[in-house]
Antibody, heavy 124, light 111 residues
């Protein structure tokens, strides 16, 4: 059973860089055809896709965040990471990591495994 | 402002049926597959429906999905108090602002 666990500071100062890591257990991050995802959710609001990284290191980012986001993968540690620069209070949210892949022989790709989420607050 | 439009809330009595709509455009729902996620209070979202109308293993057949044109619908029959949750539709958007997009979420209350 694949499990994902987010880790990182719960408080980040404005204008600084938010850094989170997602550790994958129960399977190799480099096996299979999966994307590794970051999604966030401000309190009381909906889900926002931040971006994804493939095991080759190829990335796709939300255009609204692209200038500030970097997602990378470390296959040797079975981890992938998120860096979001120049944060403001608007970046305060629960951040989830997840796996995106096919469900059986599905046509599309879907988020089938999620971490429990970690709250990051941006405040001075 | 979410790319996909969902009603903020729906409600129904236990045992009844409810539907949740999700409206988009040709660049997202119209040309891509739709998924639905259930988010129980204080937990991570869980995949409920994929490829418009398929259920992952373990999801009861009380949950169903459909798509027509640029809209999708989630149906839940035989409502249970445990179904009280937020429900999100999602799909890929193939426009210049390409990426995964979600609806704003619908809060289901089982009265």
């Amino acid at each position: 059973q694949v499990q994902l666990q987010e880790s990182g500071p719960g408080l980040v100062r404005p204008s600084q860089t938010l850094s989170l890591t997602c550790t994958v257990s129960g399977g190799s991050i480099s096996s299979g055809s999966y994307y590794w995802i970051w999604i966030r959710q401000p309190a009381g609001k909906g889900l926002e896709w931040i971006g994804r990284v493939y095991t080759t290191g190829s990335t796709n980012y939300n255009p609204s965040l692209m200038s500030r986001v970097t997602i990378s993968v470390d296959t040797s540690k079975n981890q992938f990471s998120l860096k979001l620069s120049s944060v403001t209070a608007a970046d305060t949210a629960v951040y989830y990591c997840a796996r995106e892949g096919r469900i059986g022989y599905s046509y599309g790709l879907y988020f089938d495994y999620w971490g429990q989420g970690t709250l990051v607050t941006v405040s001075s | 402002q979410s790319v996909l439009t969902q009603p903020p809330s729906v409600s129904a009595a236990p045992g009844q049926k409810v539907t949740i709509s999700c409206s988009g455009s040709s660049s997202n729902i119209g040309n891509n597959y739709v998924s639905w996620y259930q988010q129980l209070p204080g937990t991570a979202p869980k995949l409920l429906i994929y490829d418009n109308n398929k259920r992952p293993s373990g999801i009861p057949d009380r949950f169903s999905g459909s798509k027509s044109g640029t809209s999708a619908t989630l149906g839940i029959t035989g409502l249970q108090t445990g179904d009280e949750a937020d429900y999100y539709c999602g799909t890929w958007d193939s426009s210049l602002s390409a990426g995964q997009v979600f609806g704003g979420g619908t809060k289901l209350t089982v009265l």
